[in-house]
């Protein structure tokens, strides 16, 4: 028998198939056809339902000799969709970047305080959250509003869909900016500051219980068993920490994707509230008796994306022509060795503040600019990782996914930087397997999510911190870490060289 993990976000959907014994049977992905956009934060639902049946149906016909016993769902978070009590959806996917109602949010915070803000929901507010998008409609849709029952999150869409329940987790509740952490409920403080009815959202519970069955009609059309189970899934940062193996206190995720995330696990710490100091939002992990918390920087592959598309385009083309990567071609010219460069990545919150590069000269290799580019991520993240040391969140070590992951040298990287083994996961696509270990628990293949993960998710390669290489990169976090405290930009100083 086997289990599927559903990823879903908001450019394309992933659909992923384990086997209880572990080989991984299918991995699906499939966009969004641009048709979806109905606005730049709206997406419509149709064809978000289309690449999603078109994934499960694909990754079903290569799994029939091994059956899909149970589904569960990792999602982006903020993104809303209006249901009626019928179950109809009544207007498109509101997103999380939306920023209408962010006028409404701001009284909200200004009316309970910042800090009791935080204490409630445990985030830091942002206009990105699902509560913004409620105060709008309440007040500029009062029809739509009136007319909706429940307004759900992305993961419960999904299963609505499926023929199961609109039911949220507490890892996606706590993006809502409604969910009161400590009393795991809807929030009725801070709901009741611009009038939002509790009932108007989904049904709360734990993530990996069961939460219905594939609806007969639906199974069929998708070439799938009759029987299959829907177990509650949750938020995909969660996910993506349980599908790398991060089930204990001290573990990490560090995704590198577009954007790069430093996601670490831990019990409850005794500085927590420390937290909103150094603007850091906590939620609950989809593992029980675990939070999170993430430090992240926009630029991270994008910031490859960009040298590539801007400096290298020919190159860009041609490597696109012959069906070849030229980001792996670009990440095998870093030296090993750190480069005398300091790159500092563009900020975006709370305001946009340019990125920096010194140190170039005429001899600076275009491999070295590169690694130059990804010192400057990393070097935040170790900042984001001494931060996080000094309110009690400890990282022993780190396991890597996204699609960076694939590359030795960027992982060699990381664990210089950050003075810390990194191991890279058996897939790049550790949400959707993290939802398959949720399915598993929650149809009974594993008595806990940490047999699930000693399962079904383990690392391939550990790459540890050359001592030499540490200590260079150590003595530049002090710098950088001065540069990211500043409320304005700075001037940096020089770049230590390699062995200076």
């Given at each position: 028998?086997?289990l599927m993990g559903l990823d879903i976000g908001i450019n394309g959907c992933r659909a992923l198939v384990?086997?209880?014994?572990?080989?991984?049977?299918?991995?699906?992905?499939?966009?969004?056809?641009?048709?979806?956009?109905?606005?730049?934060?709206?997406?419509?639902?149709?064809?978000?339902?289309?690449?999603?049946?078109?994934?499960?149906?694909?990754?079903?016909?290569?799994?029939?000799?091994?059956?899909?016993?149970?589904?569960?769902?990792?999602?982006?978070?903020?993104?809303?969709?209006?249901?009626?009590?019928?179950?109809?959806?009544?207007?498109?996917?509101?997103?999380?970047?939306?920023?209408?109602?962010?006028?409404?949010?701001?009284?909200?915070?200004?009316?309970?305080?910042?800090?009791?803000?935080?204490?409630?929901?445990?985030?830091?507010?942002?206009?990105?959250?699902?509560?913004?998008?409620?105060?709008?409609?309440?007040?500029?849709?009062?029809?739509?509003?009136?007319?909706?029952?429940?307004?759900?999150?992305?993961?419960?869409?999904?299963?609505?869909?499926?023929?199961?329940?609109?039911?949220?987790?507490?890892?996606?509740?706590?993006?809502?900016?409604?969910?009161?952490?400590?009393?795991?409920?809807?929030?009725?403080?801070?709901?009741?500051?611009?009038?939002?009815?509790?009932?108007?959202?989904?049904?709360?519970?734990?993530?990996?219980?069961?939460?219905?069955?594939?609806?007969?009609?639906?199974?069929?059309?998708?070439?799938?068993?009759?029987?299959?189970?829907?177990?509650?899934?949750?938020?995909?940062?969660?996910?993506?920490?349980?599908?790398?193996?991060?089930?204990?206190?001290?573990?990490?995720?560090?995704?590198?994707?577009?954007?790069?995330?430093?996601?670490?696990?831990?019990?409850?710490?005794?500085l927590v509230s420390m937290l909103l100091r150094e603007g850091l939002s906590l939620e609950y992990h989809?593992?029980?008796?675990?939070?999170?918390?993430?430090?992240?920087?926009?630029?991270?592959?994008?910031?490859?994306?960009?040298?590539?598309n801007r400096l290298t385009p020919l190159e860009q083309r041609e490597a696109t022509r012959r069906g070849?990567?030229?980001?792996?071609?670009?990440?095998?010219?870093?030296?090993?060795?750190?480069?005398?460069?300091?790159?500092?990545?563009?900020?975006?919150?709370?305001?946009?503040?340019?990125?920096?590069?010194?140190?170039?000269?005429?001899?600076?290799?275009?491999?070295?600019?590169?690694?130059?580019?990804?010192?400057?991520?990393?070097?935040?993240?170790?900042?984001?990782?001494?931060?996080?040391?000094?309110?009690?969140?400890?990282?022993?070590?780190?396991?890597?996914?996204?699609?960076?992951?694939?590359?030795?040298?960027?992982?060699?990287?990381?664990?210089?930087?950050?003075?810390?083994?990194?191991?890279?996961?058996?897939?790049?696509?550790?949400?959707?397997?993290?939802?398959?270990?949720?399915?598993?628990?929650?149809?009974?293949?594993?008595?806990?999510?940490?047999?699930?993960?000693?399962?079904?998710?383990?690392?391939?390669?550990?790459?540890?911190?050359?001592?030499?290489?540490?200590?260079?990169?150590?003595?530049?976090?002090?710098?950088?870490?001065?540069?990211?405290?500043?409320?304005?930009?700075?001037?940096?100083?020089?770049?230590?060289?390699?062995?200076?």
């Amino acid at each position: 028998m086997s289990l599927m993990g559903l990823d879903i976000g908001i450019n394309g959907c992933r659909a992923l198939v384990v086997s209880q014994r572990g080989p991984i049977l299918a991995n699906v992905g499939r966009a969004y056809d641009p048709a979806s956009t109905r606005s730049p934060c709206e997406l419509d639902v149709r064809p978000i339902w289309a690449a999603i049946s078109s994934a499960i149906k694909e990754a079903a016909a290569r799994t029939a000799n091994d059956p899909i016993t149970a589904l569960a769902i990792s999602s982006v978070g903020e993104a809303i969709t209006p249901l009626s009590r019928e179950g109809t959806v009544l207007a498109g996917c509101l997103l999380g970047h939306d920023p209408r109602g962010s006028d409404n949010l701001a009284r909200v915070v200004e009316r309970l305080g910042r800090q009791r803000f935080h204490d409630i929901t445990g985030r830091v507010p942002g206009p990105s959250h699902t509560l913004s998008k409620l105060c709008w409609l309440r007040e500029n849709e009062p029809g739509l509003y009136r007319d909706t029952w429940r307004f759900s999150l992305v993961g419960g869409l999904a299963a609505h869909l499926l023929g199961g329940s609109t039911q949220c987790d507490y890892s996606l509740a706590g993006g809502t900016l409604c969910f009161d952490m400590r009393q795991k409920a809807w929030s009725r403080d801070v709901l009741s500051v611009c009038g939002v009815s509790p009932g108007k959202l989904p049904e709360l519970g734990t993530a990996g219980t069961r939460i219905g069955m594939m609806a007969p009609r639906i199974a069929q059309e998708l070439d799938l068993p009759s029987h299959v189970g829907i177990v509650l899934g949750g938020h995909d940062l969660a996910c993506n920490a349980l599908g790398a193996g991060v089930v204990r206190n001290g573990l990490a995720a560090l995704a590198l994707g577009p954007s790069v995330h430093l996601t670490p696990a831990f019990h409850a710490v005794p500085l927590v509230s420390m937290l909103l100091r150094e603007g850091l939002s906590l939620e609950y992990h989809v593992v029980p008796d675990l939070l999170l918390t993430d430090y992240y920087t926009r630029a991270g592959g994008a910031w490859v994306r960009w040298f590539a598309n801007r400096l290298t385009p020919l190159e860009q083309r041609e490597a696109t022509r012959r069906g070849i990567s030229l980001y792996r071609t670009l990440l095998e010219e870093m030296p090993a060795e750190p480069t005398s460069l300091l790159a500092v990545p563009p900020r975006y919150e709370p305001t946009l503040q340019p990125g920096a590069i010194q140190g170039l000269t005429l001899e600076t290799e275009r491999g070295e600019l590169i690694k130059g580019l990804l010192e400057g991520i990393m070097l935040h993240l170790g900042v984001g990782q001494e931060r996080l040391e000094q309110i009690g969140v400890s990282i022993e070590s780190y396991r890597a996914t996204g699609g960076g992951a694939r590359s030795d040298a960027w992982l060699q990287l990381c664990a210089d930087v950050l003075d810390r083994p990194v191991e890279r996961t058996r897939t790049e696509h550790t949400a959707a397997l993290g939802a398959a270990l949720l399915a598993g628990v929650g149809s009974g293949a594993f008595g806990t999510l940490r047999d699930a993960a000693e399962r079904l998710s383990w690392p391939e390669q550990t790459f540890e911190p050359d001592p030499r290489r540490a200590r260079v990169y150590r003595e530049r976090l002090a710098q950088v870490g001065e540069w990211a405290s500043a409320p304005q930009p700075m001037p940096l100083k020089p770049g230590q060289a390699a062995g200076a």
